[in-house]
């Protein structure tokens, strides 16, 4: 048994996923492996790219099925195929360095009962994605965190921070879950590893309910990356998004419905939104396996209005309030319409993705002036801020001079 199983579920975007096989392909670790779930309409590009171009004994491909899989489906196929002790899964058009498997042996050590290991993310836009002004981000502390469950539990559950949605910090997506755990979720959660379209989402609900001890690292470990075809770069543009939203909900059909009964906000109109999305997710998990929902429903109030005042325009913000008005208005006899109260549109210059720099921890790039093509790339330029990885892993606090 490997220490790590990297997942890399993948759907048509065979172009993105060779240059992350590749990329992750670079590591001279033996201690991971990883599994390229392909759930294209064409088998061949893959299949041919491990049969003639590629060949590294750590990296397996499992072919399409019969069917075209949703894409909880092809996530839940993918795990039984997972030999690690830990699992992550990360899309086809991000990166993750192997070595966070040194990281999670050092957590094993000082917390035996480690279940669930975060880390902070990069972010990284394909040049193909940058119809407008982008910023690339570089997480540039390195302290360790060990979660206190209750207070994740009301973030996620109950939406405490009011933010346009909650943090989970810890999962199986660009997070590693011991395979205990996950064998453990199964048994207790449906039968199944995934069970709600949402699948990231899903995984931290039942990850922070059941993980014994979760710990965090702020140092960037894998790049989020959103390649033109990526479902966050249709965030930018509403046609694209309605679309999109619209395939995803037809391929769900057999699978959790991925909105929630009872919870009269759609993810398939023109506000649709990441906000309402999740809160389908978080509800349909609470109400399914009987978490204490106090708070939500004024919590979640609040997070519509961040959500308003997100928007990139005064019509996408008229759009938005009107939706989540008439939501509140049906929701529950409209006893919760009251607490969505949002100010009136700021005229006010928007702030644009234009100045690089430093903002708490966080570094900002303009992407328009950086000159790596791939999230693989971003994360060794990325590298040049962030501690190293084996003064990270040996506990040291300083970078050595």
């Known amino acids: 048994m490997t220490d790590l199983t990297i997942c890399v579920p993948t759907r048509n975007r065979q172009r993105y996923c060779i240059e992350t096989i590749r990329a992750i392909a670079r590591s001279e670790s033996r201690d991971f492996d990883v599994i390229v779930a392909d759930n294209s309409d064409d ?10 171009e590629f060949h590294d004994d750590r990296f397996r491909l499992l072919p399409p099925g019969d069917r075209v899989y949703s894409m909880v489906d092809n996530w839940d196929r993918t795990m039984p195929e997972a030999t690690g002790r830990w699992v992550v899964f990360i899309g086809d058009d991000d990166y993750i360095d192997p070595r966070v498997s040194l990281l999670i042996k050092r957590y094993e050590r000082l917390h ?14 394909w040049p193909d994605n940058r119809q407008s002004a982008t910023l690339a981000t570089v997480p540039c502390s390195f302290q360790t965190l060990l979660a206190r469950k209750s207070i994740l539990q009301d973030r996620l559950f ?9 943090s989970a910090g810890f999962g199986i997506y660009h997070g590693a879950v011991k395979r205990s755990l996950m064998e453990r979720i199964k048994r207790k959660f449906g039968d199944r590893y995934f069970e709600h379209p949402n699948v990231d989402y899903d995984n931290s609900c039942k990850v922070i309910a059941e993980a014994k001890t979760l710990v965090h690292c702020q140092r960037g470990f894998s790049v989020l990356g959103a390649c033109k075809s990526s479902n966050s770069a249709a965030t930018q543009n509403r046609d694209i998004r309605l679309e999109r939203t619209r395939v995803f909900v037809a391929e769900t059909t057999g699978n959790v419905p991925p909105q929630h009964a009872g919870f009269p906000f759609s993810i398939s109109d023109e506000s649709v939104s990441i906000c309402v999305s999740v809160a389908h997710t978080t509800l349909w998990f609470c109400t399914t396996y009987g978490i204490d929902l106090t708070g939500f429903p004024e ?3 609040h997070s519509a209005i961040q959500e308003c005042a997100r928007a990139r325009d005064r019509e996408e913000y008229d759009i938005k309030v009107a939706a989540f008005r008439r939501g509140f208005a049906e929701w ?10 949002p100010a009136p549109y700021a005229t006010g210059e928007r702030i644009l993705n234009e100045t690089s720099g430093v903002i708490g921890d966080i570094l900002y790039i303009r992407e328009k002036k950086l000159n790596v093509e791939t999230p693989g790339e971003f994360y060794r330029f990325g590298e040049n801020a962030m501690l190293p990885v084996d003064l990270v892993v040996s506990g040291a606090r300083t970078f050595a001079r």
């Open 332 to 341: 529950e006899g409209g006893i919760w319409a009251s607490a969505f109260d």
């Open 158 to 166: 109950r939406w405490t921070e009011r933010a346009n949605r909650p």
């Open 299 to 301: 919590n979640f109030a």
């Open 43 to 52: 088998p061949s590009v893959l299949a041919e790219f491990f049969a003639n």
């Open 112 to 125: 035996p009962d480690v279940e669930a290991v975060g880390w902070n993310r990069m972010h990284f836009n």
